[in-house]
């Protein structure tokens, strides 16, 4: 498996509160509210690790079934790719 791609989100276009990650977008028109576990995601998505390795380490701090994080976390990273919030 592949190294999930690094997130090249702006760091002074972000805010993180209550666990929970604010995105604004480069036009500075629309905000994204991401979770505390996509915040944790993006924490985690450095261009060093794996989707396994992620995958794995959310297990671990979320009591999530195993294949709803694969999903979940799949589904996210290809919003935010397609949303260019994730360098390729």
């Known amino acids: ?6 997130f090249k989100i702006k760091k002074k276009l972000t ?3 209550a666990g929970e990650l604010f ?3 480069d036009n500075e028109k629309s905000m994204f509210i991401i979770n505390e576990v996509g915040s944790r995601i993006v924490e ?5 690790r ?5 995958n794995a380490i959310l297990s671990r701090e979320y009591a999530f079934d195993k294949n709803k ?5 799949s589904c ?4 935010m790719k397609r949303l ?4 390729s």
Request: a negative charge; hydrophobic letters at 30%.
């Open 1 to 6: 498996m592949e190294y999930c791609p690094k």
């Open 15 to 17: 805010e993180k509160n």
């Open 23 to 25: 995105i604004l977008s």
């Open 44 to 48: 985690l998505a450095d261009g060093k």
């Open 50 to 54: 794996k989707l396994e390795e992620i």
């Open 69 to 73: 994080i694969e999903e979940d976390t």
């Open 76 to 79: 996210f990273l290809k919003k």
């Open 84 to 87: 260019g919030y994730l360098e």
